[in-house]
């Protein structure tokens, strides 16, 4: 059985579909992430689980138990929003026991529950202190707090991480992983921020215009995508377009635009000899080195941008695109206006058929 399921989840809003033919299972005790630019239908999706949207179509199922005709309050789901809706009237230990209170707990039995969740997550203590005195992490994690007293089946997050900066979104991206392990709780959380969704997410599904394009584990949207949406959308890439000149297998070999050269890449559709296509190519699968004979480009550096660990080689290659190279050491003594031939595994490179616009 698993604690959330989707069966052909439809929204429309007159001849709009926000949310086309839609279908999950999220098993019990898993970090699930739907990933999505703005306006793809992803928080759609997640207003009908939640019971503040109605579907126009499919079944949505808790433990297995369709929930269509349940009002929000009574779904086993609990959500978290961007802006957490915390009661600034309230204290803390005021804002978590009230659902409890809602939902007719005894008097006696809510001090306690109260401290224990607190102490889950980290903050034990501070059931006295005023939520404009908490910080922006220890105001999440309260949020997270006031769900979780509940005890629901699944924790809806809206992109709560989206409010923070960027240091303490980094952080909390861990938090939030390891309090969802504490908790064993089934998360779906929302997002536009892949690294947030690669981070967290035992599976992610890649949303578009409505639809799932994807859903896999992390590392399977990363090295294996189905479609040059996904592959462009998860992680970084570097997109080169031109026309099929070859195919051989499962190979394909490519005419880039205006003059950049010919390379080879994995064909990764049924484009056919002639199609227009997009070769995406990771940084870290490009090398600064020895010309090969079938993946490789020339270019001259354009500039060397630091920045760590993710520190990159811009190369402007011969039909003036900019690519970028991650530089594990591969600078060294490079400078603006180097002569340089990029090389790549064929394989890493991936042909898929030019997306319009």
């Known amino acids: 059985m698993y604690d959330l399921s989707c069966d052909r989840v439809t929204k429309a809003f007159g001849k709009f579909v926000a949310v086309d033919q839609v279908s999950l299972d999220i098993p019990s005790g898993s970090f699930f992430s739907i990933l999505g630019p703005s306006g793809c239908g992803k928080t759609t999706l997640m207003r009908m689980i939640a019971g503040f949207e109605t579907p126009s179509g499919g079944d949505i199922r808790i433990k297995g138990e369709s929930v269509l005709s349940l009002a929000p309050n009574r779904r086993n789901v609990k959500m978290v929003f961007q802006h957490l809706a915390l009661f600034p009237m309230m204290n803390v230990g005021e804002n978590i026991a009230y659902g409890l209170q809602c939902r007719g707990e005894k008097k006696a039995d809510i001090p306690a529950k109260v401290r224990r969740v607190l102490e889950r997550v980290g903050l ?6 005023q939520i404009g005195q908490l910080s922006g992490g220890q105001k999440q994690r309260i949020a997270i707090a006031r769900c979780m007293v509940l005890e629901p089946d699944v924790l809806l997050l809206d992109e709560p991480l989206g409010a923070l ?3 303490l979104r980094e952080h909390m991206k861990i938090e939030l992983k390891q309090l969802q392990h504490q908790f064993e709780t089934t998360f779906l959380y929302i997002t536009h921020d892949q690294s947030e969704a690669l981070v967290m997410s035992d599976r992610v599904a890649v949303m578009n215009a409505g639809r799932f394009e994807q859903i896999g584990t992390p590392r399977e949207l990363y090295d294996d995508p189905v479609s040059g949406f996904v592959a462009g959308f998860v992680g ?5 377009a031109g026309k099929v000149a070859e195919i051989s297998g499962d190979e394909v070999l490519v005419n880039l635009d205006g003059g950049g050269g010919r390379i080879a890449a994995r064909r990764s559709d049924a484009s056919a000899v002639g199609d227009e296509v997009e070769v995406f ?5 490009m090398r600064i080195g020895e010309a090969a004979a079938r993946a490789s480009l020339t270019g001259t550096v354009d500039s060397l941008l630091f920045n760590g660990a993710n520190s990159r080689i811009l190369v402007r290659a011969l039909n003036d695109q900019l690519i970028e190279v991650a530089d594990p050491g591969q600078s060294g003594s490079l400078a603006p206006g180097a002569t340089v031939t990029l090389t790549f595994e064929a394989r890493r490179a991936r042909a898929f058929a030019r997306r319009q616009g």
């Open 124 to 129: 034990p203590g501070v059931e006295e202190k």
């Open 165 to 167: 900066d960027l240091k």
């Open 236 to 240: 970084d890439a570097n997109i080169l």
């Open 281 to 285: 190519v990771r940084p870290e699968a």
